[in-house]
């Protein structure tokens, strides 16, 4: 009888400390997550140094929560995967440091997780029968991909933002619109009081590539807001947040397809923080249902930052013995499929 994986992750690359247990890569003992949100809305954006201290105020506490809740003993767990990068260099030192000196305390592995990749590994804890091959597109405030995933260890970007990422721009639009922070979850629910009756441009969408560009479209919406204030004009800001998502919209989505296409996958795994937006999962869900693509995308609670994605990426790098020294270091601007940098 084959034994049961047990892996602890740990995640903490931006304003979430996380942490949670996960058997086999696919099931989810537990699932901590303690948010900053309340913290950082009253500067408009997270703050590096802020983020930090929280995490190291928050961080035993929330992993001594994760092993409780999983009923499971810290000899139980058979490595400790933790997010090294990309992310806020300060905020993944915290889980970094921990990690590794749990992984000392309790002698076990650990495993340093691209926090990338783990969004990407949060579609095989949702849907269990999702196997690659398979097209990832990667949705964030700080990335945007096309990624092409061969097997559980092999990544090759096919595409990525030349400018501000999607969820970036999400921000900046909420920004100009006066929606706060977060901008993107206030922006998509003001678009569905109005229509996408404003045209904006759809950057890169019929240039024969893969990557994507929305710093023109973010450009184009306060061009458009600053013409109506000048000329006196009433601004319906309904009408702008839905024109300016559905360009979003018909981009990534015309990309996704066709990097399916160019690479003869019929499997496209949405994922990251902006993949909890209703409006882009429905309109990816119809395009690829029209062109006989399945199309995978996780909870909520599994798209935005966490650590079970953390954990299950980890699982499979366990699996091939691929772990860390004690040396590792964060990288605030880890790519998909770099190589490890220790000290």
């Known amino acids: 009888m084959t034994k049961d994986i047990l892996i602890l992750g740990i995640?903490?690359?931006?304003?979430?400390?996380?942490?949670?247990?996960?058997?086999?890569?696919?099931?989810?003992?537990?699932?901590?997550?303690?948010?900053?949100?309340?913290?950082?809305?009253?500067?408009?954006?997270?703050?590096?140094?802020?983020?930090?201290?929280?995490h190291i105020y928050d961080i035993s506490g929330v992993v001594d929560e994760a092993i409780n809740q999983a009923n499971i003993k810290l000899d139980d767990i058979d490595a400790i995967a933790v997010t090294y990068g990309p992310?806020?260099?300060?905020?993944?030192?915290?889980?970094?440091?921990?990690?590794?000196?749990?992984?000392?305390?309790?002698?076990?592995?650990?495993?340093?997780?691209?926090?990338?990749?783990?969004?990407?590994?949060?579609?095989?804890?949702?849907?269990?029968?999702?196997e690659p091959p398979l097209i990832s597109l990667v949705v964030s405030g700080g990335h945007t991909h096309?990624?092409?995933?061969?097997?559980?260890?092999?990544?090759?970007?096919?595409?990525?933002?030349?400018?501000?990422?999607?969820?970036?721009?999400?921000?900046?639009?909420?920004?100009?619109?006066?929606?706060?922070?977060?901008?993107?979850?206030?922006?998509?629910?003001?678009?569905?009081?109005?229509?996408?009756?404003?045209?904006f441009p759809r950057a890169m969408i019929h240039e024969d590539n893969l990557d994507f560009s929305f710093s023109g479209l973010k450009s184009a919406v306060i061009n458009y807001l600053n013409k109506m204030n000048m000329t006196n004009q009433d601004i319906n800001k309904a009408d702008v947040a839905a024109s300016f998502q559905q360009a979003v919209s018909d981009v990534i989505a015309a990309k996704a397809i066709a990097a399916c296409k160019a690479n003869g996958v019929t499997k496209l795994a949405f994922c990251g923080g902006v993949a909890c937006n209703t409006f882009l999962r429905e309109n990816l869900a119809s395009a690829s249902s029209e062109n006989g693509i399945e199309f995978y995308v996780p909870s909520r609670i599994l798209c935005t930052d966490n650590a079970a994605m953390i954990a299950a990426r980890g699982h499979y790098s366990y699996l091939q013995g691929n772990t860390s020294g004690l040396a590792l270091n964060a990288i605030a601007s880890l790519k998909i499929g770099a190589k490890e940098v220790q000290i």
Not at 103 to 130: M, Q, R, T, W, Y
């Open 11 to 54: 995640e903490t690359s931006c304003d979430e400390t996380a942490a949670a247990l996960v058997k086999n890569g696919r099931e989810v003992l537990s699932n901590v997550i303690l948010s900053q949100i309340d913290i950082h809305e009253k500067y408009g954006g997270v703050v590096p140094e802020i983020a930090s201290r929280n």
């Open 87 to 130: 992310g806020l260099v300060g905020a993944l030192l915290v889980g970094l440091s921990y990690a590794k000196a749990l992984s000392f305390a309790i002698d076990k592995p650990l495993i340093g997780v691209n926090h990338i990749e783990g969004h990407i590994f949060a579609n095989f804890i949702e849907h269990k029968e999702l």
């Open 146 to 199: 096309l990624v092409y995933m061969e097997n559980y260890d092999n990544f090759q970007i096919l595409g990525a933002t030349k400018d501000d990422a999607a969820g970036e721009a999400y921000d900046k639009v909420a920004r100009v619109l006066g929606l706060g922070y977060p901008g993107g979850p206030k922006l998509e629910k003001l678009a569905l009081e109005g229509t996408a009756a404003l045209e």
